[in-house]
């Protein structure tokens, strides 16, 4: 598939809408401006998505689980129906997984389910979300600003290098910190939408998501609550014990979406569940897997994912928060970024999308510094500075996004071993193994066989067969020839091994 005749269309399709979109914006014409971010985040995600084979790290796991849970929702496994031994605190190879919380894995899960077992059907909840986030993003920034400053916001969710990248399965961690990312922001606008219309409905929904949120991706979802509290706060339309009765609503919908599955997998999975327990706390006082950095990590990276002046808006505003320290949404904003950010910088093990969620934060800041430096140029004679410092705002996230989705870069989107494995899925093979494989997860995601890396000894080879089993062994080049002279084998190259 040669890329480009792919990517040019989609360029040009998503800077006519943008343009398009800003017009829109110009003449106050707020919903084809936002319905048109909408569109061409849909298209820069579609892009980004088509690539037909499972990325690394670490779309191929949870798609794996995924796909076994189609078959049993309630047992989480990796390894379907494990042939060799396995050690259950290895997570990458084991059987009972429950290295992540289970929604974004049953959502994708249901969506292979109705569109089948492929890549796209894989990644479209994901797709989905982040471009209902597009509109979410601008609902929440006309509450804290207005609606100019919720349109560039969601101008800036649209293009987010980072957020595309990880609906599209590229980079590490994808979409569970995606579907973290929406319910965290669902759960703010919901937040919003009780604290103005005053109906305890929107506060029971509010706590659902943020539940849905901690069975997306754990614990750091309560930064929800200060934000809920300020805002409904802020609203003045409650008094102390009404406050005090709907936190506990929020708190008890919220807990009652979480909590029953931590005590099923610890009733079910007991020992599994203990170690990944422990395992989870370790990422704050051990590093693992090499995963590390600085204390200032997140603060270097930040500059990667918004533009490189995301340090000018953020100071500014912290200082505009701090000499006004009353202003209850400024404050929310702050601890949104702040919290988060100081947690994981803390925390010994560091990836960039852990703080994926502070994002919308960032981006209203972006914006109401924008927009304040647009105000505060027409007053001033060095017009030209400010132009620049305007463009810079806008151009380097646009940039970071062309450099993360790589639309110019020549890329085969259906690699070899993935044409392998669809053809090796259509011989039907309802009881096999593969050995000696080099991707074994990919492997169990495209056909029914199980897969390993490695080749185990001869009897267990033998003792496969003769239970029935089809085994297939991939010839690397440097099989054993006691390996090639087992009867009732099967021995095939595959391409593209690496």
Known sequence: MNDLFYSLPVIVLCAFGYFLSWRYFLKSKWKPAILLLMFCGLALRIYASSDFFLNTWDERYHALVAKNLMKHPFTPTLYDSPILSYDYKDWSANHIWVHKQPLPLWTMAASMWLFGVNEIALRLPSILLTTIGIWLTFYIGIYFFNKKVGYLTAFFFSIN???????????????????????????????????????TIYNLLAGVSMGAAILSKWLPALIVVPIWLLIVMESGNFKPKQIFYQLLILLTSCILIFLPWQLYIYKAFPIEAAWEAGFNYKHVTEVLEDRTGPFYYFIDRIRKNYGELIYLPLLWFLWKTGTNIRDKKRLALSIWVLVPLFFFSIAKTKMEAYILFISPALFLIISDFFFTLMDYKQHHRLKWFFNFILLLLIALPIRYMIERIKPFTQKNRNPAWAIDLRELNERKISKGVLFNYYRPIEAMFYTSLTAYKYIPDRKKINNLVSEGYTVIINDDGKLPDDIKAIKGITIEKFDGYE
């Open 161 to 199: 290098g980072l957020i595309i990248e990880l609906a599209a399965g590229r980079a590490a961690t994808d979409h569970i910190d995606i579907f973290f990312l929406f319910f965290i922001e669902l759960a703010v606008a919901l937040s919003i939408l009780f604290a103005i219309k005053q109906k």
